[in-house]
């Protein structure tokens, strides 16, 4: 069958060319370094970007030099700008330096990336510290800098028409006009993805086989994620029970629960680098790209049906162009049907068209799938052709057939550009999205703070006593955030009061919520409102490091009178902080350390690579039909702001997902969470809410990651439920961290703040910490909630252990035990020199003796020792250095041997729902706890205050002792050489045990006596 191929359009001769300028305004320099000789600088600013430099102009004899002068960057190309430098360098202009400079002194330079590049609209001012240029130059001082870029559609009109030329006489004497192109800047709007729907199974006359011809087109499309909790149903505790068709994974005999490494391609060390996508195996797919169609026979509603050997599709409903007609429906979907080239390479492809409303047959057109080619990225997208709709046997239906039908067909992996948004003959007719990738972004989050200094002419309650102390606090609401401030302070001489009191909240970009703050009294019983204002938060200033804010003055509405008339003002100021990392996730397990402010980011420093094999042994989470067990997992992975979803694999124990997905890095000590969940939001009746069901997840650090390997292993997802520590199957990963910074740069991460500097220079407490990351969690649950398909709340909280900071037994327990492995070492050392001290070992002592004499003696080898010392436990240790990445550990979290009474108190909710005879038996538990660990701090106490005792004169007689052996010791030191002292407290300590009383010494025996302040306790 020949393809028709309609006229092509004209094409415009003169496309509009798409221009990226880079706008660099350079406004102030503080502090900068003398160097003409008169104790001052006369400096300018050189800034390069990509060959390209451009210099200010000098500001003559200040070290202080205000610019505000701007200088405009081309960018060869807008899509490596994340991989530019533009370096900003100070000199002091030797023209009007004192004496004959023979260079321009340099006062500092900047280096800048192209990920800190903000979009116009979204920069601000920021300033760098200057940097050296070697380690022997000395400079000082920043430099204040706007950066930001935009684009420009540069579109060139066409001349006019050439015109005869007048006689010279005749000719008017005018200026030339130089043709220059019209600049318009555009914002492309975003794609929309459209709904799919399964056929039923329905008959197709007979087309003749063509071989096919190929070309076709691509749709890129998101990836995303999901999770949660629910209880098994009585169904599927009788299948875990009874076996069923489930492979339900038991216990290890020996309890190990770690990681395995997958035998494969990856099982040994692969540390070259290897193309992209290549760390999941390729799945093959038969693709199917419907376009439109033209010319068909009378119909309704027509729609297309593909018909595999294993499958068979229906497309969804039919979109058509204003004024066209029913003969000119338009699809624009793509099908991904998975194919088997033993299997189906000799069976037909069968796409047919049909009226949707009378089940008519419009026409059909048919494929050898042996002839349909194999697309292999990144080659270019298969062109759709139009082909000629046949008729069936039958002959009155031929007679009604009628148009041509665009489309492509090939085959391809799920690395194919079209996959993320093709559409699967497996998906449930409602609820497509659930079956494909998805990706998702957390919202930009800014720490909104509000700093309340006072209030004037407040119209306060009439008639009150004279020493009556007045109650006003201000209290901000942003969404469903409230903070009040303490009680005002009044002044003596006014009727204003003060606060001076730091307001703090959590504001999500676009930022369109308002800021309303309430003057409330409360001095009587009932809280009397005062007066209120409402702020926009989109017109609060921006604020990307510790420099003041001016503040403001806004009258405050609707007081008591309720006139709407003027009833007070408040003194504010408010600026969105962007040189805070707002915490969303547990400050031991973040993934991301990066500033709100792009302008802040550093650069990258790597690639990390993730992807998604598979799980094994799923457990039954649902039941279907009343029956059989069922499993419909799918997988999410959380690193930085990216959150990637991968689709939904349904009614599989052992599903296979091979998907790949990168994350950029800009800090190794951060860590990758992956966590799989049942879906069951996808099938739920309309107007129904179900939670979907947590499997279990797996954390990976970063920085545990060999560079340019690829770890390929199976992860246990564990779970601890009600009934105690589940194994819920098993996860096969494989990750590759590709570093593409130099080991210099990648290792000075080490020895920067962990956190962006306004945290060290404005700290945060912990309990508002806290309260902060809670709002933070709810506001990207939130928004996560609202994408389609939606991300669960329940998923978003259990991806970022919203929940860590709750009470639990078992959690205390392995604190507890963490801190005793900590000081392990400690204890070890204690024995081994009791050890020493008994002469168990008589060489090993004997040997002791002598390294003591040699530090004795050579004191400057003492710190050399002990750093060789460590060098080599480091040496020893890398025997025992872990191969692949660790996940979850199941004996330091205290999981296999939790109390069930523990594991309920764990999950009761917050206040209790247990009975109060529960509730009064784990109170009691916990103040046996409680006065343990009173007695603990009351000893610890005591030991202090003995030491304090020794000098403070509360035992007379102890003290005089004390100062007595003190000033003794002093003319012994004196007169005896050190060295000789050393040698004799060392070989007293460890004398022979003949030489030893078995009674605790003098020493012990004095502290012991001396008199601390428990006696004094009530």
Known sequence: MSADHPPQQPINPNPPTTVRKLVVEVIEARDLLPKDGQGSSSPYVIVDFNGQKKRTSTVERNLNPVWNEAVEFFMSNPKTMEFEELYV?????????????????????????????????????VYFTLEKKSVFSWIRGELGLKIYYYDEILVELAPPEEQQPLPPQEQPQAEEVTKKPVVMVYEEPPPIAMPT????????????????????????????????????????????????????????????????????????????????????????????????????????????????????????????????SSANPEWHQVFAIA?????????????????????????????????????????????????????????????????????????GTQADDAFPESCSPDAPLPHVSYTRPKVYQSPKLWYLRVTVIEAQDLHLMPNLPSLTVLEIRVKGQLGFQSVQTRRGCMSHHTSAFHWNEDLIFVAGEPLEDSLILLVDDRTGEDPMLLGHVQIPVGSIEQRLDERHVPAKWYNLEGGPSGNG???????????????????????????????????????????????ILGARGLLPMKSKDNAKGSTDAYCVAKYGKKWVRTRTITDSFNPRWNEQYTWQVYDPCTVLTIGVFDNWRMFVEAGEEKSDYCIGKVRIRVSTLHTNKVYMNSYPLMALLRTGLKKMGEIELAVRFACLSLLPDTCGIYWQPLLPRMHYLRPLGVAQQEALRGAATKMVATWLARSEPPLGPEVVRYMLDADSHTWSMRKSKANWFRIVAVLSWAVRLAKWLNHIRRWTN????????????????????????????????????????????????????????????????????????????????????????????????????????????????????????????????????????????????????????MFRDPMPPASLNFFRRLPSLSDRLL
Not at 94 to 110: C, D, E, Q, Y
Not at 955 to 963: G, H, R, W
């Open 89 to 125: 360098e100070v000199y002091n202009d030797k023209k009007l330096s004192n004496g004959n400079a023979r260079k321009n002194h340099f006062l500092g330079r900047v280096k800048l990336y192209g990920t800190q590049f903000a979009k116009r609209g979204d920069e601000g001012l």
């Open 197 to 324: 729907h399964i056929a039923k199974e329905t008959r197709v006359p007979s087309l003749p086989v063509h071989q096919y011809e190929p070309p076709g087109e691509t749709i890129i499309g998101p990836p995303v994620e999901g999770i949660p909790a629910p209880e098994f149903c009585p169904g599927v505790r009788k299948m875990q029970m009874a076996g069923g068709r489930a492979n339900i994974l038991r216990r290890p005999a020996d309890g190990d629960y770690s990681p395995r490494i997958i035998s494969g391609k990856f099982a040994g060390d692969t540390s070259k680098r290897i193309a992209a996508y290549d760390l999941v195996e390729p799945m093959q797919y038969l693709f199917i790209r419907i376009v439109k169609a033209r010319g068909l026979s009378q119909n309704e509603n027509p729609c297309v049906k593909i018909r595999t050997s294993s499958h068979i599709v229906q497309s969804k409903p039919t979109m058509y162009r204003p004024s066209d």
């Open 339 to 411: 194919y088997n080239k033993e299997n189906t390479a000799k069976s037909t492809l069968e796409i047919s068209i049909w009226d949707g409303s009378s089940e008519k047959f419009l026409g059909g057109v048919c494929f050898d799938l042996s002839d349909v080619p194999v697309r292999d990225p990144p080659d270019s997208p298969l062109a759709p052709q139009w082909y000629h709709l046949e008729g069936g046997a039958a002959d009155d239906q031929n007679r009604e057939v009628s148009g041509d039908l665009q489309l492509s067909v090939w085959i």
């Open 565 to 611: 008339s003027y009833c007070g003002r408040l003194h504010l100021r408010m600026c969105l902080e962007g040189g805070y990392h707002v915490l969303d996730e547990a400050a031991h397990l973040c993934s991301d350390f990066t500033p709100a402010a792009k302008q802040l980011w550093k650069p990258t420093i790597g690639i990390l690579e993730l992807g």
């Open 842 to 993: 008589p060489v090993t002592t004997i040997l002791v003796h002598v390294l003591y004499l040699v530090l004795v003696w050579y004191p400057d080898l003492i710190v050399p020792m002990g750093f060789l010392y460590v060098f080599l436990i480091g040496v020893w240790y890398y025997r025992f250095r872990p191969k692949i990445p660790a996940g979850m550990d199941v004996k330091i979290s205290q999981a296999a041997t939790v109390d069930p009474d523990e594991l309920d108190e764990e999950f009761d909710t917050m206040p209790s729902s247990r009975p109060p005879e529960i509730i009064r038996v784990r109170y009691d538990r916990l103040r046996i706890l409680a006065a343990r660990f009173q007695t603990v701090l009351g000893d610890f106490a005591t030991q202090g205050e003995r030491v304090q005792a020794l000098v403070s004169w509360r035992d007379p007689s102890a003290t005089k002792l004390f100062i007595g052996l003190c000033f003794a010791i002093m003319v012994v030191l004196y007169a005896v050489p050190p060295k000789m002292v050393a040698v004799a407290l060392g070989f007293y300590f460890l004398r022979h045990p």
